[in-house]
């Protein structure tokens, strides 16, 4: 069984910053990319941004410079570093694995989400 424990939300003001954490618990699994996204009420989930086992990142355009994400020291462990908050962030943001078990499997797992609130 695989879970994805999400920390570090909360409510900030515009120009702040926070930083989100996860990790990967459970066992025979390999994660082949890792990852954030959000979704606002009325909208779609999008990227935010993810990270390849090899460490190459990719980001949306709207956080370019602003967020940086990167992998912990411990295992499956994963940040994302938010600075220069604005209040178009506020969204819940929702912790992404892509892992492959044993017999070539592979499966998307989702975080529970944690709630970033920018006020102006």
């Known amino acids: 069984q695989v879970q994805l424990v999400e920390s570090g939300g909360g ?7 926070l930083r989100l954490s ?25 990227l935010v941004a993810a990270i390849s086992r090899s460490g190459v990142t990719t980001y949306a355009d709207s956080v370019k410079g602003r967020f940086t994400i990167s992998r912990g020291t ?12 604005k209040p178009e962030d506020t969204s819940v943001y929702y912790c992404h694995a892509g ?11 989702w975080g529970q989400g944690t709630q970033v609130t920018v006020s102006s």
């Open 11 to 17: 409510l900030v003001q515009a120009g702040g910053s």
């Open 22 to 46: 996860c990790v990967a618990l459970g066992s025979m699994f390999n994660d082949n990319d890792m990852g954030w996204y959000r979704q606002a009420p009325g909208k779609q989930r999008e």
């Open 74 to 85: 411990a295992e499956n462990t994963i940040y994302l570093e938010m600075d220069n908050l």
């Open 99 to 109: 892992l492959s078990f044993p017999g070539g499997l592979a499966y998307d797992f």
